[in-house]
């Protein structure tokens, strides 16, 4: 069953929050008592564990969007102080717990039960060519508990867009930073106040920017070229439809039902800590 361009973004929106209530500080706090570090050892630990014990050239090839160096400063230290099992038992305890408290009543509701089946259904029917992460996460076994099967439901469809956001990245030849700086500007925000590269050496962030200029994307002042624009906005409406055959299972009915029985969890979602 195919769904419009303008559906399938609106299921990435009410999708999104859900699947990363697992960069929340509850779930972090799961990660930080079985001995990491910070909320990067954690990050990496549970986001990289579907791949097992994978270097972390591999895990930086696969996240795509990490600048260099980065991911070694976890892995492989993080497989010392726990297994990737053990991880992705922690993300899971961490992220339904964070979620359940998040979205309260809801939790419980009749509901809840109709949407995790759903959501599955559509989450565990994608085709995993050529995504690494996502394959990964399907080979893992489907909570039954309906809150943690509704988070790793979205997870599934997250990284299944992911994965095919990253395609159409680097089928337009934009790097992963490069791809931070062009989400920077389509939010209104200078590359340097973007959280994701705020933080990388200045030289480092002007090379990047740079690279950007001399092709047109980005002008002489940091900002939005007209040709910058409109490839992020090829890029997006690619990862739409990359997207799209993780619903290809649902008949409009039960699409329509979906995103409706979504949007009051996707809201409750976003609370912040």
Known sequence: MSHSQTKIHRMFELVEPIATVTFSAMANEAFLAVG?????????????????????????????????????????????????????????????????????????????????????????????????????????????????????????????????????LLAHGIGGTEAHVLLALSLGMRAEEFGRIHHLPKAQLAAVIDRLHGRGLVDAAGGFTAAGRETKERIETRTDELAAPAYDVLTTAEFDELTSLLEPIAAAAQTDD
Do not use: C
């Open 36 to 168: 990491m570090r910070n909320y990067w050892d954690g990050y990496f630990a549970g986001r990289a564990a579907p791949l097992g014990l994978a270097p972390a050239e591999v895990v930086h090839a696969v996240f795509y969007n990490f600048a260099d160096g980065e991911v070694a400063r976890h892995i492989p230290w993080v497989w010392g102080k726990i297994t990737p099992q053990e991880a992705i038992a922690v993300r899971e305890r961490g992220s339904a717990a964070a979620l359940r408290q998040r979205i309260g009543e809801l939790a419980d509701s009749p509901d809840l039960v109709r949407v995790a089946d759903l959501a599955t259904r559509a989450a565990v029917s994608a085709p995993t060519e050529g995504r690494a992460l996502y394959a990964g996460l399907r080979a893992l076994d489907v909570p039954e508990e309906p809150v943690a099967r509704l988070w790793h439901a979205a997870t599934l469809l997250r990284e299944h867009r992911g994965d095919g956001h990253n395609a159409a």
